[in-house]
């Protein structure tokens, strides 16, 4: 089978371990660059880094590179592609474009001058064109422009892997499938220790905990992927990929999987998605209020999103990290606990020196994640210095 230059993009802080999910499907060449990673391999490849890999958000096959600093360069390069290699008249198709360049201003303008060198080489050879559809295209094709430097690639995933497929109804801040993948890969879970989120929301992080310990391929769920719409899609050969992977699931957990939440609907929203995932046997989600905790806790591996930035205002965010931190001191003895927030400042409250600080963007939002060790001697606080239910973070 023929090797392909691949790109598989991600989140800025997850790149060593979309590296390592890489190596473990078995691509070469691998090199970790900004939000992405370069790897080499052939079409199976493609299929398998579609269907499995947990922290990326589209596999990216390059076409071709080139230089390029003025719209005229850029259109002539383009159009010396074989468009009707990748493309069927009858088919929509979309360009986007990124750039980081000197020399242009305007994404949507480049990716305007490749579009147009798209239709005049559909009309120049068989004198009729393909449509544009920006919302749902047969063929997404994407334009990366670093400088006078211009990669044009073939976007295998259209859809952003995020969309695992199972995630029916969200709250009002869902985060992310891949970042959540990557935040627990990133925690370093043994899958031995309970695994607990105590703020779950829609339950993301508990979905894809379940999946990480019993390797149900991310892309388990989901129905439809760019590549199935190309002129050269193996169906057979993606059959084969989804059976082998699938074959590595395991039928139980290593672990107890564990969230609370203290809104009732955000339990049944988390509950559905877990239904809608075939992890509801695996996950106990229960309505609680983290804050109104009063007895000591088993131990557990606690990765957890709670609210910050729009959620809470900033004397809000501060009390509420305090007390968060109180209550990780009181009750969570011997536990360890990996917390995303965004809002440095407040952080500071927490009252525990994080052992670890690692920078995440949260879509547009800079992030850090904190490791905190709640060592089996932390002191905990009596029952009548805990004032939690004043705080205005109960029911």
């Not at 929509?92 to 994404?107: G, P, Q």
């Not at 993948?181 to 894809?208: H, R």
Request: net charge positive; charged share 25%; aromatic share 10%.
């Amino acid at each position: 089978m023929k090797n392909y230059k691949l790109f598989a993009k991600t989140f800025t802080g997850l790149e060593p371990i979309l590296a390592e999910e890489i190596r473990a499907l078995g691509g070469k060449n691998i090199v970790s660059a900004r939000r992405g990673v370069s790897f080499t391999g052939d079409l199976a490849m493609v299929y398998k880094a579609n269907y499995s890999l947990r922290t990326a958000l589209r596999i990216l096959i390059e076409i071709k590179t080139f230089k390029a600093i003025n719209e005229e360069q850029l259109y002539l390069a383009a159009k010396q592609l074989p468009w009707l290699d990748y493309l069927d008249v009858r088919q929509t198709f979309s360009v986007d474009a990124t750039i980081n360049s000197k020399y242009f201003n305007h994404s949507h303008y480049v990716a305007l001058k490749v579009k147009d060198a798209i239709v005049d080489t559909f009309r120049e050879k068989i004198h009729k064109r393909p449509n544009v559809d920006t919302h749902n295209p047969d063929v997404k094709f994407n334009v990366h422009l670093d400088n006078d430097r211009v990669t044009i690639s073939l976007d295998s995933s259209v859809e952003s892997l995020h969309l695992r497929g199972y995630r029916q109804s969200t709250g009002g801040a869902p985060l992310n499938e891949c970042l959540a993948a990557g935040i627990i890969l990133l925690s370093g879970w043994n899958m031995k220790t309970p695994f607990l989120d105590p703020m779950c929301g829609s339950g993301t992080l508990l979905i894809e905990a379940s999946m990480i310990n019993r390797q149900v391929p991310a892309g388990y769920h989901r129905k439809n992927w760019g590549f199935m719409k190309w002129l050269n899609y193996d169906a057979a050969l993606f059959a084969k990929i989804k059976a082998d992977e699938n074959s590595k699931i395991f039928l139980q957990p290593t672990a107890s999987i564990i969230g609370y939440d203290k809104s009732f609907s955000m339990v049944r929203t988390a509950r559905l998605n877990a239904m809608m995932a075939l992890a509801d046997e695996h996950i106990t989600i229960e309505k609680c209020n983290f804050f109104d905790i009063s007895e000591v806790q088993p131990v557990a591996h606690i990765v957890t999103n709670p609210p910050y930035g729009e959620r809470l205002e900033e004397g809000d965010m501060k009390l509420f990290c305090k007390e968060m931190g109180n209550i990780l001191k009181r009750y969570y003895s011997g536990s360890v606990a990996w917390v995303i927030h965004s809002n440095d400042e407040a952080m500071k409250y927490f009252g525990l020196k994080p052992s670890c600080k690692l920078p995440l963007m949260n879509g547009p939002i800079h992030c850090k994640l904190y490791k905190f060790e709640m060592y089996s001697g932390t002191r905990r606080y009596s029952k009548q210095n805990d004032n939690n239910k004043n705080l205005g973070f109960d029911n």
